[in-house]
Structure formats: C-alpha cells, structure tokens
Nanobody
Framework: QVQLVESGGGLVQAGGSLRLSCAAS????????MGWFRQAPGKEREFVAT???????YYSDSVKGRFTISRDNAKNTVYLQMNSLKPEDTGVYYC?????????????????WGQGTQVTVSS
C-alpha cells in the first residue's frame, strides 16, 4: 500500500509560481510512475504531468513549457513546479502513483491517489 500526501497549494496571482510536493510512503518509490492531475470546479479530472522512476517525463499541452515535474527518489517525493500560472490553472491538484516503468496519462491506470491540494490563480 502506498500513501500519498500533497502540499504546497495556495492562492497566487496570474503570472506567479507555486511548487507542489507529494510525499509517498513505502520503500519502492523508484519503481512507481508518478503523475499529477487536476480538477477544476464542474469539470472532469485531467492529466497534467507524469514522471517515471528513471526520470522520463510527459506533459499535457496546456502546461508544457510552464510546469516541470521532478522527483527525488531518496526522499520519496515528487514535485510540480508551476510557473507563469494562469486563472485556468485553478483547481484541486492530485498526486497519483502506479507501479511500472512507463509514462502514463490515463487516470484509471493509477492505483494510488493523494487527497489533493487547492491551487487558485487570481486574474
């Protein structure tokens, strides 16, 4: 069983930056592909970014060039650095994990989820 706990959300003005963190329990963190997803009010949860245990990354088109996903396997933590934030980036951001070596964008393929952290970008 893997437990995920997100932190770092908050209120920021458009153009600003935030860094989200997701701390994972367990001893085999490097074997997990990790992802960040978000859900805006009234919308479905959507893929943001993913990173494999070896560091391969993939981003949604809406955040490419602005967000950076990274991980520290020694600290069992995955990060999402968000720059040039826009009001449309507002939502609850979720960290997710699945055992395996490949990037993954499909929500249903992730087995473990955090409780989410709110990000609000004001215009």
């Amino acid at each position: 069983q893997v437990q995920l706990v997100e932190s770092g959300g908050g209120l920021v003005q458009a153009g600003g930056s935030l860094r989200l963190s997701c701390a994972a329990s367990g001893r085999t963190f490097s074997s997990y592909t990790m992802g960040w997803f978000r859900q805006a009010p009234g919308k479905e949860r959507e893929f943001v970014a993913t990173i494999t245990g070896s560091g391969r990354t993939y981003y949604s088109d809406s955040v490419k060039g602005r967000f950076t996903i990274s991980r520290d396997n020694a600290k069992n933590t995955v990060y999402l650095q968000m720059n040039s934030l826009k009001p449309e980036d507002t939502g609850v951001y979720y960290c997710a994990g699945r055992l395996g070596p490949f990037v993954e964008v499909q929500i249903y393929r992730y087995d473990y989820w955090g409780q989410g952290t709110q990000v609000t970008v004001s215009s």
